[in-house]
């Protein structure tokens, strides 16, 4: 059975940093890309992140760039995103996905999603 569990959320002041984790069993997802999106309450989720299968390529939601970083360690199937300077707008869940192809990912698709970490900004 195929689970991804994001971590690494919470509560942090404006200008701060956190590092979320996302942590996938049950298969290994090497040759996938993963990415990380986001939904604030009230509003759809969108996407923030994509990084493919090998590293090489990432891709940001303008809103983030500059400010946060998606990376991979396919020898722990887990993806990160550090997240520097947030900004209350940034308060939302967080999810990550994977999926076999980099573009599905920037897209907003994935074959597989975790159930989210939440994150808040105080101003």
């Known amino acids: 059975q195929v689970q991804l569990v994001e971590s690494g959320g919470g509560l942090v002041q404006a200008g701060g940093s956190l590092r979320l984790s996302c942590a996938a069993s049950?298969?290994?997802?090497?040759?996938?890309?993963m990415g990380w999106f986001r939904q604030a309450p009230g509003k759809e989720r969108e996407f923030v992140a994509a990084?493919?299968?090998?590293?090489?390529?990432?891709y940001y939601t303008n809103s983030v760039k500059g400010r946060f970083t998606i990376s991979r360690d396919n020898a722990k199937n887990t993806v990160y995103l550090q997240m520097n300077s947030l900004k209350p707008e940034d308060t939302a869940d967080y999810y990550c996905?994977?999926?076999?192809?980099?573009?599905?990912?920037?897209?907003?698709?994935?074959?597989?999603w975790g159930q989210g970490t939440q994150v808040t900004v105080s101003s």
């Open positions: 049950g298969r290994t997802f090497s040759s996938y890309a």
């Open positions: 990084i493919s299968w090998n590293g090489g390529r990432t």
């Open positions: 996905a994977v999926d076999q192809s980099f573009g599905t990912v920037v897209v907003g698709g994935g074959d597989y």
